[in-house]
């Protein structure tokens, strides 16, 4: 037989997220060329963590069921059930489930390796536009403003 794998996504563990669900396809698969997450967002949740952009990634979200609206530096790009859009590198942006009921979306990037992203929001704290590093705690991400260190959030697992 091949090296081919499958997994189950519904039945893969949530990765800490601001969403319902995360699941970290390419993790369980082992990917080196792509990343592949999906999401299940209620409305008004953000994907991923903040505004950010990748330097030397592109990221594409597929909206299966519901609607997205990310928004990026020159307005709001509305993407429905069906709908795909491509943020190129470089691109300020974040994606926001919209309207009554949760989108179901899968985001996909590459090249992997490349995946790091700038967080582009205001620390609440100290005010400056800075990264987030994060730390693991038990199950959770806590992210912190890489300025002056204040907890910014606290990410945790959908339910499983």
């Not at 698969?29 to 990634?57: C, I, K, M, S």
Request: charged letters at 25%; a negative charge.
């Amino acid at each position: 037989m091949s090296d081919a794998r499958k997994v189950a996504v519904e039945a893969l563990p949530d990765a800490p997220n601001p969403t319902r669900h995360k699941k970290e396809v390419d993790e369980a698969l082992g990917t080196t060329a792509f990343g592949f997450n999906y999401y299940v967002a209620d409305p008004g949740q953000r994907l991923p963590w903040a505004t950010h952009r990748h330097p030397d990634h592109e990221e594409l979200f597929y909206v299966l069921e519901g609607a997205l609206e990310v928004e990026l530096a020159d307005g709001v790009l509305p993407v429905t059930a069906g709908e795909a859009v491509l943020v190129p590198p470089e691109t300020t942006n974040l994606a926001r489930a919209v309207g009554e009921t949760p989108a179901r979306v899968v985001a996909v990037g590459a090249p992997k390796d490349s995946d790091g992203a700038v967080i582009e929001e205001e620390c609440p704290a100290c005010g400056a536009e800075s990264d987030r590093s994060y730390a693991v705690d038990g199950d959770d991400y806590v992210l912190s403003c890489a300025a002056c260190g204040a907890t910014v959030e606290r990410l945790t697992p959908g339910p499983e």
